[in-house]
Nanobody, 120 residues
Framework: QVQLVESGGGLVQAGGSLRLSCAAS????????MGWYRQAPGKQRDLVAD??????INYADSVKGRFTISRDNANTVYLQMNSLKPDDTAVYYC???????????????WGQGTQVTVSS
């Protein structure tokens, strides 16, 4: 029932900016954390940034100072990406720790992914 829907990917030149959005649908009971991972061809999926319900934010060292994660008053998380580099090229996946209902366990959810391509 719970689904993560991503948007905002695209093609941008080095030094440019993009903003990714991810909305959790299905009216979940609670969302413990939301974040972003990325996976480049031939590489593992790595954490980019995440934010907990308590407001704690964690960034990968490679994006710190360039990317900003935030949440609005709904079930939406954003990733503002500035000063993009070709090494940022990857499929970006929204991720969330969600308890769908009060009687269900917390589980991990993933979006379908959105392509971010940074040209040199």
């Amino acid at each position: 029932q719970v689904q993560l829907v991503e948007s905002g990917g695209g093609l941008v030149q080095a030094g440019g900016s993009l903003r990714l959005s991810c909305a959790a649908s299905g009216r979940p009971f609670s969302i413990n954390s939301m974040g972003w991972y990325r996976q480049a061809p031939g590489k593992q999926r790595d954490l980019v940034a995440d934010i907990t319900s308590g407001g704690f934010i964690n960034y990968a060292d490679s994006v710190k100072g360039r990317f900003t994660i935030s949440r609005d008053n709904a079930n939406t998380v954003y990733l503002q990406m500035n000063s993009l580099k070709p090494d940022d090229t990857a499929v970006y996946y929204c991720s969330a720790r969600i308890r769908p209902t009060a009687l269900q366990n917390v589980n991990n959810y993933w979006g379908q992914g959105t392509q971010v391509t940074v040209s040199s």
